[in-house]
């Protein structure tokens, strides 16, 4: 029999970039005893869910709670706007910006990925300029929505989600604007309603710090309008009927009622922290990660410096370096996870996750457990990252117990 | 601020017919830490529920697992195997054979919808000798797929899907058979492969006491050749890259860890258990709650004794009383969540669940609820249903400590 | 390896007097973070619970928290207030009066052992009368102490401690009153204060529904006053020490973090639903078992209904037949603990536990398994003791789910 | 109301010297329904812990488990083996050498307190040859036991238990050796057969990695002969009864069932692991630890490196710095709780906990937060600790991933 429970002696470290760990607060909520979902308890626990979703998103709009991973909030995104033979506007920015428009091709869309050449656009954010200059040549209005990844996961880039709006505007066109922050939201800033978001595509294991199993849609009236022409097929995904069930807290089907304790528990808390001190927290953590990365005398992943990510860091390896190897020997040596390179860049950097339910000291935990990983596998190091992160944080800390206390 | 898992003294009796229970056992093992989705502890855990999963439906076939509620799996099953504008056949069973065929309308399919009229339907089970004059009349075989309900979730009514396959194969008509055991599945017997089932669709918080949030389609070769030449869009539904990833216990896209330990405990638990112990006890269960409701001199919703449901009794109302009324009460004043009646049918009946982590005595809990309450209400009652269910429980005792120290 | 979590499918029934089952809510308290008992948030627990727990036993006077089980505070009571070869008055009430006074003798007290003859003192509650007179007799006042069993758990007897302490005043005599309520706190209507106890013991496992492992001393300013004279030696159980460290919420030694974090919640829960209200609710529950008692034709073991006891009853079995195979025969069929007749009258009673985390549902299903248990051992049963039970739970219903909402 | 599952984002740092962070699995298993403890299931639960508790202290004889935390024990060991007015011999090596001294005393016994002058006794170990030498003096043979802490948990140091054996057989005296290793156990090495001690005091908030609340008497032939002797009082610490019931699996009052489940998961997670390789692990990290300390330039505690020791580590802090003002902005700035410098010692030093559930990584995070903390207070730090940590350990390093898969 398998010991799912079994762990060498001490705590894993699961610092990829999500699933992040789940604080012990979540998983005691999640284990309320499930309850009537057409109960008057169930619309209660809805009731607040939905209306706290809104506020992590920054929006006055609907947001739709899915039972299923996020993923599946892709497909919604599209299906609930968009008809058969649509083309969309998608910006590579990685791999899930690559996974994205594969989903798009899929599901009968004909997306059109613009996009630096070779793994360059792997190392930048969206270009704005270049969405703009296409939305300008498409006088005739064939685009219908523009898709781009707000955090990239598969390499630690952040783009500017509100340039993108401006490109659109610029360009006087009228296509969505569909954003995935599946890996941003509640890590990095993120304003649904200011930037002129039409949809937003989210789940629940990264910055909500839940298992995953959850993933929403923030919409715009305009996204809202959009849905009742649109054409593509859906059914568990359509909007329309989540939305008149919400009203009164309730799913027209099953809901995932122990994730949405979850989810419920989880808005508590980053709302008891409030979103700034979320977000400011994440900023410090990436920038110790990344004086470390400096310090060791590697790359860091993002080459744009006004887009680093707060959420991870990816590194990137020397030539010659295979970065599976360094990641499984920490793994086997210290029992701590890291993030493997995907797709196009496999084998050339690993990713480290600092967001969530993270501190100071797991992040030391996790900066050493990295350089003596490095030394052991034989990647040269510059010199100690663990002693410039040490100097950062200590010369920029904030107190998180006198803070909770206040 | 709402606190979630307040209840007044004593525990909640949740006797819907599913969401069920969660036992402890499982409500811990959802609390193991979350895990990198692509790191090999994740690996061994997938590959154990996959093999497992297949003992439950009895087939050596692929199951998928989504991480989604059951109504994705309905979805599922009609997107990976039909065209646009495919022909179905569908037989009225209750609300949720009616959903259903809703669901394929929508996903663009035309649904012919078999059954009896009035609400006479919502009383029987599917008619095998209904749905093979129809197919024999189909000689141009434009019916692409047979869809029926094995376990009528809204009715308490079981109908015997080895007997549609029979009516298929009699007709000598190609269609598919897809089959919902949503609220049948580990509650009631059931045989995948043995049945000739096509495609099966069932969800986790029924007979296998998870919480909900994870679904099931288990397939067949013909299914999946199917799914080949199928033209309704489909992304994260499809099977292929699925079963693909599932080879070496992984998924395509982030898979719901902590509801997936869940799964690998409730597992266990019913293979401990014994699948034939599992549908004697729900049977046994199922003849008490029928006694008793025969004591009180109400009629059973389910009007065909052969297809009793294991899994609930709904429990016709006299005229001029409310259900929804009766129910209430019992909320009220014995903390006991009872199911409602739905569609047609509504404030005519109430559903009693004896599912899952059910036994003797929980049952008699309820079913002393339910005394209790319809006197409350008004409802002449007969005679003393306690008494009767206790009459047959104690002469068809078996002994559950004991059998479990065997 | 024994599988710890392991019970046959659906929830044992406990309902033995104690331990009682723990609720969810307490067992996820309970795994909070164990912290440091010496830092800041160990003395804001120690502060609140120390606070709280003086509103159930109704004192202002300290209250002694120790982390050990019951037991324990009956050696505390004794040790910190008398000295070697002091004689105390005791009363037989059963079992634990009889276990009190063995404990006495084996510290180097005299204890007096006041009682009816034979099994009479296991019917009835404690003789103020026979206590006063004895007391009026020791004009020396060699007689320092009189102990005495609020609730004895072993039969279902509650005593009258304000007709103790009355007895006491009206001899004029300057003993101390030591009372324990170990199964009697928080179910049955207790008044340290008001009715003048010196020292109340009392234990967590039973109406405070936590697990065993905390116990309790309540002082009078008499006790305290008495405890510097005392001669007995002590350390572990000394006050002194306690009184003072509590002043900030910390203990001189390491106090039982886990089970605190649980108390803290008992209290709560407490509290929250009023200490009346739980008063009601317990002898509600008991009054509805005595009439399925009656209506079995049974005898109930407390033969004074002025002392029955709102936490447990005994149920005397006829002449031949062994209580133990009774409950053994319910145990193995219907999976439900019924607890055990203790001492004299071994094997000729059971007993019926109905106190703490317990409704009206659950009490049913009780009754229902002793029912079917009787009938299935051959116990001749009059009439429906489920039915009596039923009739008097309709009648005289509260709405815990409104009430919990008001 | 207070919030007890109230911390700053990211998990607590509890560093101190125990109690020790309690695994996850533990948690779990103390979840487990509380059960009858005169029941069937617990004494299966009983039976295996008392089997498997004697494996960690590496006895053939009776182990007791008490519901009590452990200064309960120590009592116990001396109030079961002594009469009042009895010699002891007791060694100042500590603050808890100095307490149980305390406690000896106001039982009734007559301590003699060996030991250096000043605060030298507190950087050094037992001294045997001392011991030796007094009882040697003892020809009268009023010395009736010894009495030594095997690990100082105020200091951190280890004495050689087996080195006191030696000197009282050296000195042909025939005084019981009582030995408390309450911090030491399942941590350090420990034999209590082989090394000759008659009854062994230990906890199980330390090495066992559970909530306090349960301790333990190791006992020897001649403890329990000298026990039928012993004439101090005592009911709720007394062997025999339990010795008795223990051989069922019971107790003969109310075990802390939960606690025991607990414990039962502990010995399955220790066993599993290995007693030795727990050992080297506790080691490991200690060195680690004292190479960081030397880095800073600091002192060591301990005085003698043959007695450092594994479970936790004293830093002296430079003349005129407060260490518990250093310990105050490391907890209120980096979310970490060290241990206090207790008694004679108190602002001088603080103890880091390397005990337990602890691994590299969280040694690394423990060590960062220290030197961090150090320079805000403005100690001066001659070089990285953690830099010299990193590189003993990945120099050092065992797999702790590929050694539990083996």
């Not at 209306?51 to 992590?56: N, R, S």
């Not at 300029?129 to 996961?153: F, G, P, Q, W, Y």
């Not at 977000?279 to 590697?298: D, I, K, N, P, Y």
Request: net charge neutral.
């Amino acid at each position: 029999m398998i010991k799912l429970d079994f762990h060498p002696a001490g705590r894993h470290f699961l610092q990829i970039p999500g699933p992040s760990p789940v604080p012990d607060r979540i998983l005691r909520a999640m284990s309320y005893p499930t309850i009537d979902h057409r109960g008057p308890e169930f619309g209660a626990l809805g009731r607040k869910v939905l209306a706290d979703i809104k506020k992590i998103f920054k929006t006055e709009q609907p947001v739709i709670i899915y039972p299923a991973s996020g993923t599946g909030a892709w497909e919604a995104a599209l299906t609930n706007t968009l008809s058969p033979g649509d083309t969309v506007l998608m910006f590579e920015t990685g791999h899930f910006a690559t996974l994205w428009k594969k989903m798009a091709q899929a599901l009968g869309l004909k997306p059109e990925f613009l996009g630096l050449p070779g793994v360059e656009g792997w190392r930048h954010g969206v270009r704005a300029d270049m969405i703009e200059a296409r939305l300008r040549a498409d006088s005739a209005h064939a685009i219908k929505a523009v898709c781009v990844v707000h955090n990239e996961t598969s390499t630690g880039v952040t783009s500017d989600v509100a340039a993108v709006r401006r490109a659109i505007d610029a360009a006087g066109h009228p296509a969505l604007l569909l954003v995935d922050t599946i890996s941003g939201l509640a890590s990095a800033d993120y304003r649904h309603d200011e930037w002129g978001v039409d949809v937003t595509v989210s789940g629940s294991q990264k910055g909500l710090m839940l298992p995953p199993g959850i993933s929403f849609n923030a919409l715009s009236p305009k996204a809202i309008a959009a849905s009742k022409a649109a054409k593509l097929p859906r059914a568990f995904w359509a909007w329309d009927e989540i939305i008149e069930a919400n009203k009164n807290g309730y799913w027209p089907y099953t809901p995932n009622t122990n994730l949405l304790y979850g989810l419920s528990e989880a808005l508590d808390m980053i709302l008891e922290e409030g979103l700034d001190n979320v977000f400011a927290r994440h900023q410090r953590l990436a920038e110790a990660t990344r004086r470390a990365v400096r310090a060791w005398g590697l790359e860091i992943q993002c080459a744009d410096a006004s887009m680093y990510s707060p959420v991870l860091t990816g590194v990137m390896m020397p030539d010659g370096v295979d970065a599976d190897e360094v990641r499984k020997r920490i793994y086997e040596r210290f029992d701590m996870s890291l993030g493997q390179a995907l797709g196009k860049i496999r084998g050339k950097m690993f990713r480290i996750g600092h967001l969530g339910d993270c501190n100071d000291l797991t992040l030391m935990a996790t900066l050493s457990g990295c350089e003596m990983g490095l030394k052991l596998a034989g990647v040269p190091v510059a010199a100690s990252g663990v002693v410039a992160a040490m100097e950062y944080l200590a010369s920029h800390a904030d107190s998180p117990v006198l803070k909770a206390a206040a």
